[in-house]
């Protein structure tokens, strides 16, 4: 396994040995796909930096909350880190990223409507949990590209 640090969750979860070993190759995959830039902040803000429970479920061929459990394992584990991505529940494109569930607002103004702003509360708007490669990863991938 690429991350040994996700062995320790294969341990404590026999069962979930073979999901993780496929988390651990697509977050593998993501590490070498990050090699194109150097600053981890221009990395954060492409687009195909962005690892949701979504894709992971298509990809290792389970449903969503069992992806996202394995993607808060790999958050534990000191790989991953996640932001929360705030949608406009009318035109179902992105508004702001949030660091912090406390964060949320709960009522914000969304820019997204072609006649000008309108303000959401929170009981309207859709929240998405992204991760991403933390920066100790990012960092570490870049590290032994450059050594």
């Not at 687009?47 to 996202?68: L, T």
């Not at 790989?79 to 949608?87: D, G, K, P, R, W």
């Not at 929170?122 to 870049?142: A, G, M, R």
């Amino acid at each position: 396994m690429r991350y040994q640090q996700l062995e320790a969750y294969k341990g404590m979860y026999p069962h979930l040995a073979d999901l993780i070993t496929k988390l651990d190759r697509y977050l593998g995959q993501k590490v070498d796909d990050s090699s194109s830039t150097e600053d981890y902040n221009h990395y954060r803000n492409l687009s195909n930096s962005e690892i949701r429970p979504s894709f992971i479920a298509r990809s290792i061929k389970e449903d969503v909350d069992s992806a996202f459990v394995l993607l808060t394992m790999a958050e534990k584990a000191g790989i991953l880190e996640h932001t929360y991505h705030v949608f406009c529940p009318e035109e179902n494109l992105f508004i702001k990223e949030f660091q912090t569930k406390e964060e949320l607002p709960e009522v914000i103004t969304c820019n997204n409507h072609g006649f000008g702003s309108e303000r959401h509360s929170i009981n309207d708007y859709f929240v998405e949990v992204v991760f991403y490669l933390s920066h100790e990863v990012y960092e570490s991938k870049h590290y032994e590209m450059v050594v």
